[in-house]
């Protein structure tokens, strides 16, 4: 099967031009100007931006949290992802303290093959580091692929290892050729203020906000650069939400340093103001929380200084039903925010339409740099000849408005209701096949494939 995509306005992360693209089987073959190409299948693209699939590197889907599980499970989540421009997620495997690594991978397994839409890959999330963790790092990124290892400095007793465990995983890590990514809060200090708030009464949304203040994240940013600094290994900080924690990282430029940081489009967007609404804060409870105002306009010099690498969703959505788990008490409040179908739109809409951004950062973000710092370039994120043909064809003019009565998460509010976008996802290809034409689906569930991806580089 062949198709060629003409007229678009071709844009990537270095360039921008209006051309051709020629797809033969799942890659790319050729891209250029007025290709004179025989096709299977042609597609106008006049008018219309066409720009590689959007990569999340941040998704929970069907994950056990608070004794419920996220509402969107591979199927749902990876479709919902299609429909938005997203081609490819990174999920989070979750050890459970005293099992295996090859334990939790095995359950997450059972879960997703077989029942994606769009291709994904893992992060595993190593809660117990001793001596049988460390024998696995190397098996997890030789045999299955999977190059970056989460860990916490927050949630004692479920997910958090310790500042010892935490070097003794870096080092093996950097010797095996993967990354450490990280959770930085200060996990001590919320649970004490969760705890004084409680025990005052103050039991709303706000006090989920108020139980993590910015230094408990800026603290924490800034410690676990100095654990990185002292091992070498390649690090990456999670949803950094705020100005405090962004110095942190810049400080260590100072040094010579590169810690990779991720945002997401929430943290650009929506600020703590929301957490005054009673019961409706609960919407927006996640961990970190949103921030102020000021932590926005860091955020979004950020991107453009090169400090951010990445924006991503933390995608981890709840029903109103299970939210409401914590409708008396804040810290029962299932931690999460739906958005894997709102990235790309909202990040075109409110940063390159603004001029916050320009349209080849916005490629670069979304993109070309989740592929590249991840292992997977130059296969996935590029429109280039031998890429996987995975891309997004984009009216950049046409206007709508977001809304839980038309999104396809399997979550019955929308954190952007109402939210007036520029910009639509009209067309979507994934590995040389039309997965999404004008809201219609045109793959079958366990089309998309597992990714093993390669060891990790320092320097994007």
Known sequence: MSILIKNGRI???DSDFHGDLFIKGETIHSVGTQLDVQADQTIDASGMVVFPGGIDPHVHLDMPFMGTFSSDNYETGTLAALHGGTTMVIDFVLQTQGKSLYHALESWQGRSNGNCYGDYSFHMAVTDFNENTKKEISQMVEKEGITSFKTFMAYKGALMIDDGQMVDLMQEVKRQGGMVTVHATNGDMIDK???KHRAEGKLSPLYHWLSQPEITEAEASGRFADMAFYTGVPAYIVHLTCEGALNAVREATYRNQKVFVETCIQYLLLDASLYEQD????????????RQKKDQEALWAGLNQGLIQIVATDHCPFKWEQKMMGRTDFSKIPNGHPAIENRMELLWSEGVETGKISANKYVEVTSTNPAKIFGMYPKKGSLAPGSDADLVIFDP???????AATHHMTVDYSAYEGWQVTGKCKTVLLRGKVAIDDGEVKIGKGYGEFVKRGKVGKVV
């Open 11 to 13: 844009l990537t992360a």
């Open 397 to 403: 003019n046409e206007r709508h408005t977001l809304s």
């Open 279 to 290: 019961p409706d804060g609960a919407k927006w409870v996640m961990s970190p929380p949103l």
């Open 193 to 195: 203020l969760i705890a």
